[in-house]
Structure formats: structure tokens, C-alpha cells
């Protein structure tokens, strides 16, 4: 059994895979408490499904991409398996995580995002240095920038660990804090070889969004 926030068909907003029509399966629950965390609801609402639901509700939407969030999805050790059939099923599977709990026992196929969280989050030093280890060419490294502070901390980090070097580093502005603007600037600006990533789905949601 899963304890599921939700399952919504949308278009991914982040990674590499943005832009794909995908089926979004939020679980229930985080050990962290994010400044800027804008799913809240996703702490403690939820209902327990068995693995078959999730996977029949999935299969009613025309694509092969799937999205694991939360909330942090690792908590739940029912996730491993339903990962593994998705992956066994043909699904191009993604999993957001912030790295928090070890993804030692993900699939190697799936694209793991660790979304490292920085000073400004709340949440600094969550990060197990060990899941560097476990990580591979589909592994992707995301940093919420919420300041000035942030960014120049994200840069040292990935010069630490050499990630600029193996794997895609994805910077994202923290919505309300920083522009999107100041962070590319910030981007040029310092030389780095992060790659720019906005939140597609909030620009097309959001309010002032129109349609043609």
C-alpha cells in the first residue's frame, strides 16, 4: 500500500524531460520543511491505494512518461517496487527527490532528480554525500536558488563534487525570491554551466496565462 496525495495529468514542467504530456504520482508525506515549498498540502492529505490502483490509473493516460513526486517519495519503501514495474511496463519514469534518503535502491533506469537543497531553503545539509555514489547518466542535480548566497554556495558545491563534469545541473529561481532574469544574468554573468530551468507549468497555469 502507497499512501498517494494525487494522481494529475499534465505537462512536466522541469528537467530534461520538460515539455513531455506526463502522469504525475504525488505521494504523501516529507521529512523536510522547505521555505518555499508550494505543496504543503502534500505533508499529511492523502489516501492509501494499492499499487494495481496506481498503476490502472496511470494506464489511462496516452504516454509513456511518468513522474514520481511528493512530498518525498522515498519514505514510502512501496515505491522501489511500483518503480521497477513502470520501468518493466515501458514507462520513461522520474523521480524527484531531495536526496535526503539514500537512492541506492532505485531503479538505474529511472532519471533521478536530487533536488540539493541550499542554505536559503531551510533545509541545508539534508543532502546524503553518499548518494553521489549511486548516481549515473541519467542522473540529474537541481538547485532552487533563493538568493545571491544560494547561488554562490550551488557553485562550490558542484566544483566540489565535480558535477558540472558528469552530470546535468539544472538551476532553478526560487518563485517569489529571485527573477528568472537575475538568474540567468547571474548565470552568464559568473561563467557557470548550470543550465536555466523555469518552472514551465507555472507559467502555464498560472492565472495570466491565455489561451488564443
Not at 10 to 16: K, R, V, W
Not at 32 to 55: H, I, M, P
Not at 78 to 98: A, C, K, N, R
Request: glycine share 6%; proline share 3%; charged share 20%.
Amino acid at each position: 500500500m502507497l499512501k498517494i496525495n494525487e494522481v494529475f495529468y499534465s505537462i512536466q514542467g522541469e528537467s530534461s524531460w520538460v515539455g513531455h504530456p506526463t502522469v504525475f504520482v504525488r505521494t504523501t508525506g516529507c521529512n523536510l520543511r522547505c521555505t518555499y515549498c508550494d505543496t504543503k498540502y502534500s505533508y499529511y492529505e492523502g489516501n492509501f491505494q494499492e499499487t494495481s490502483t496506481v498503476l490502472n490509473e496511470i494506464a489511462k493516460h496516452k504516454t509513456k512518461f511518468v513522474c514520481i513526486t511528493g512530498g518525498e517519495p522515498l519514505l514510502q519503501k512501496e515505491i522501489f517496487p511500483l518503480m521497477d514495474t513502470l520501468v518493466s511496463q515501458g514507462y520513461q519514469v522520474s523521480l524527484e527527490t531531495s536526496g535526503s534518503k539514500s537512492i541506492e535502491n532505485v531503479n538505474p533506469k529511472v532519471k533521478t532528480i536530487l533536488d540539493v537543497k541550499t542554505p536559503d531553503s531551510g533545509a541545508a545539509d539534508s543532502f546524503l554525500i553518499s548518494n553521489l555514489a549511486f548516481s549515473n547518466s541519467l542522473t540529474e542535480f537541481k538547485f532552487v536558488i533563493c538568493s545571491e548566497n544560494d547561488f554562490k554556495w550551488s557553485e562550490e558545491f558542484c566544483r566540489q563534487h565535480d558535477l558540472f563534469g558528469k552530470f546535468a545541473v539544472l538551476y532553478s529561481p526560487s518563485y517569489g525570491a529571485v527573477s528568472e532574469r537575475w538568474l540567468a544574468e547571474q548565470i552568464l554573468a559568473k561563467n557557470s554551466i548550470a543550465r536555466l530551468q523555469i518552472q514551465l507549468h507555472k507559467k502555464i497555469w498560472s492565472p495570466d496565462a491565455r489561451g488564443v
